[in-house]
Structure formats: C-alpha cells, structure tokens
C-alpha cells in the first residue's frame, strides 16, 4: 500500500510562487506520480505528471511554462513548482500514484491512478 502526503500549498499573490511536496511512503514507490486539482464547480484536472526515475514529463496546457514537476527518488518526493500563479490555479491540488499492473488511461486522467492523497489547499488572490 502507497500512503501519499502532500504539503507546500498555502495563500499567495497573483504572480507568486509555491513548492508543493508529495512525500510517499509504505513501500519504495516505482511508477508514475501526477499532481492534480480541483476547484470547486470544475472537474478535477491533471496539470502534471512524471514517471518515477525516469522521463517524460507532460503537462496541461493550462500550466505549461509556469509549472514545473521534479522528483528526488532518495526521499521518494516529487515536487511542483509553481510559479506566476494566477488566481484561476486556485484549488485542492492532490498527488496521485499508479499502481503496479493498473490499467493506463492516459498520463493526466484520473481512472490511471489507484493511490490518492488527502491534498494541499492553493489559493491565489488577486
């Protein structure tokens, strides 16, 4: 079992910045980790995912440029840079795990991950 912990978010600026962390523990995680979020009245969109020692990265076009998803397999962590917010990038913002042998529908869809955390909250003022 994969328990994942997201920390970082918090209340910024428009044109701020912040470092979300997903810290995994439970067991030496090997897959693919994406970050999403969800603010209230929308569906919960992938911005960022990245395989777990190795490439590619992908984004959504919402971020690209702005957003930036790295990993430090020593601490298990994937971080996500987040810069030039916009008020529109407020959300619950969630990181999420493959599982071993699941079913891949697409590198930023929901129905790929099968491990959730309890999420970070993003608020960005104007």
């Known amino acids: 079992q994969v328990h994942l912990v997201e920390s970082g978010g918090g209340s910024v600026q428009a044109g701020g910045s912040l470092r979300l962390s997903c810290a995994a523990s439970?067991?030496?995680?090997?897959?693919?980790i994406c970050w999403f979020r969800h603010a209230p009245g929308n569906e919960r969109e992938g911005v960022a995912t990245i395989l777990t020692g190795s490439e590619p990265i992908y984004y959504a076009d919402s971020v690209k440029g702005r957003f930036t998803i790295s990993q430090d397999n020593a601490k298990n962590t994937v971080y996500l840079q987040m810069n030039n917010l916009k008020p529109e990038d407020t959300a619950m913002y969630y990181c999420?795990?493959?599982?071993?042998?699941?079913?891949?529908?697409?590198?930023?869809?929901?129905?790929?991950?099968?491990?959730w955390g309890q999420g970070t909250q993003v608020t960005v003022s104007s």
């Open positions: 439970g067991v030496t995680y090997s897959g693919r």
């Open positions: 999420a795990a493959t599982r071993r042998g699941g079913l891949y529908y697409g590198a930023l869809a929901k129905k790929t991950f099968a491990y």
